[in-house]
């Protein structure tokens, strides 16, 4: 397969010739989103360097440049993007038409997930809150745009069941991500959802820069908090119509 790199200011991007339109398309649409990032986490556009990106069609080759760009780490198997070494890497199925198209918002999301590693993890020595940077990075990719809204409401439907009691913290673990009772990125949705529509977004970044266990504390029944949230939504909706 040929490759060939597309560059600017903001990206530097090694994929496949076949994908030039998908990549000359997600470029236009991270580039903006990235200037957004800039405005919640206070940084300026090029504060942030620019990002190596590849992208492949094929499994085996994802893999293998991830183990080798992070001496030896491996993907999870239902990984299609990632951010190992403080670059970008992106699987993308060429024959599924879901696959083309939700992985359009996949550069922004990682791209998300770098804002949180240079100017909150590294910059002030924390530990990674995973669930933290996956709800900013699940809402702010801005693929929930596109997702209608009896679908996210059977989302919280299908969250309803298993909110009494669950901390979010434990999705640290990647091995807890997908179990027949959930999906994490149905609560990370959810969880970013609720942070942006509350303004709680630029409160909780201060807030892991001075008082992790706090965010800890947060995570305990954030969950619980956005799934009720919503549900009260749904019920003043349903009162409105009747």
Known sequence: ????????????????????????????????K?????????????DLPQ????????????????????HGATPPKWATGC???????????????????SKFYTLAHETLHLFFNNFIYKKYNINRFRWLDESY??????????MPTEKFNN???????????FNINQLNNMNKSQTNNYNSYDIFLVVGKYIFDNCLEKKYLDMIKTDCNMISQIGE?????AVDYYKNEQTNFMETKM
């Open 221 to 225: 029944h954030i969950l619980k908090d």
């Open 155 to 165: 989302i919280i439907t299908k969250l309803n069941n298993i909110t009494d009691n």
């Open 34 to 46: 990235k200037q957004y990032f800039c405005s919640i986490f206070n940084v300026k556009m090029y």
């Open 137 to 146: 990075a699940c809402f702010l990719d801005g693929h929930i745009a596109d």
């Open 1 to 32: 397969m040929e490759y060939e790199i597309i560059e600017n200011n903001d990206y530097k991007i090694n994929y496949p010739t076949s994908l030039k339109d998908f990549v000359t398309s997600i470029i236009e649409y991270s580039i903006d």
């Open 51 to 70: 990002i190596n990106v590849s992208i492949f069609t094929n499994f085996n080759e994802f893999e293998n440049y991830i183990k080798e760009v992070s």
């Open 83 to 101: 951010f190992y070494n403080n670059e970008i890497q992106i699987l993308v199925n060429l024959n599924s038409a879901y696959s083309m198209s």
